[in-house]
T-cell receptor, first 117, second 113 residues
């Protein structure tokens, strides 16, 4: 079974530029998450999708970050314009998303490492 | 809100030593608890989980017991190997509302031969 795919793996941009990250979840997984992991910290949720609808975007800086999951499969996270503090690893995860089982396992992709100069 | 507190690293051990990484949490209700591991250059992998009080999760020689009375989920291994060197994250998922994970800050383990 293929895992969660993300691209690119690395990206270097200058501040005020824009950048986009792509994620393809495990086939059949209804729930998709984007996390931000700043160096030395644990991942923090940015946005959660259930199929193509947003479940939770309360921690997404909406003035500069946007995300979409058209057709309920793959997803794109965009930053425009980027700031220095956006330097982090952006992780995508997916889970089956059926029912309300609290033990549902999230599978993570390898992440995209962003450096903003 | 939910939160997870882990012991700070790095933790440096010799091969075959006993490992404990402390994790405590704050949450309402009955969360599920997880340990994830991040090997150098790789993504997060689920190591083990426990879904209710007194459950013991185990995998690859690692164990953790869900202790509701002390709100803890400490990770243990009887004999570590060099290949266990990684960053370990404790996480919880609440039983209501958001299904996203709340992570601790991670503990780096370095095992020396």
């Amino acid at each position: 079974e293929a895992g969660v795919a993300q691209s690119p793996r690395y990206k270097i941009i200058e501040k005020r530029q824009s950048v986009a990250f792509w994620c393809n979840p495990i086939s059949g997984h209804a729930t998709l998450y984007w996390y931000q992991q700043i160096l030395g910290q644990g991942p923090k949720l940015l946005i959660q999708f259930q199929n193509n609808g947003v479940v939770d975007d309360s921690q997404l800086p909406k003035d500069r970050f946007s995300a979409e999951r058209l057709k309920g499969v793959d997803s794109t996270l965009k930053i425009q314009p980027a700031k220095l503090e956006d330097s982090a690893v952006y992780l995508c995860a997916s889970s089956l998303g059926r029912g309300t089982g609290v033990s549902e396992t999230q599978y993570f992709g390898p992440g995209t490492r962003l450096l903003v100069l | 809100g939910n939160s997870v507190t882990q012991m700070e690293g790095p933790v440096t051990l010799s091969e075959e030593a006993f490992l404990t990484i402390n994790c405590t949490y704050t949450a309402t209700g009955y969360p599920s608890l997880f340990w994830y591991v991040q090997y150098p250059g790789e993504g997060l992998q689920l190591l083990l989980k426990a879904t209710k009080a007194d459950d013991k999760g185990s995998n690859k020689g690692f164990e953790a017991t869900y202790r509701k009375e002390t709100t803890s989920f400490h990770l243990e291994k009887g004999s570590v190997q060099v290949s266990d060197s990684a960053v370990y994250f404790c996480a919880l998922r609440g039983d209501t509302g958001r299904r996203a994970l709340t992570f601790g800050s991670g503990t780096r383990l370095q095992v020396q031969p």
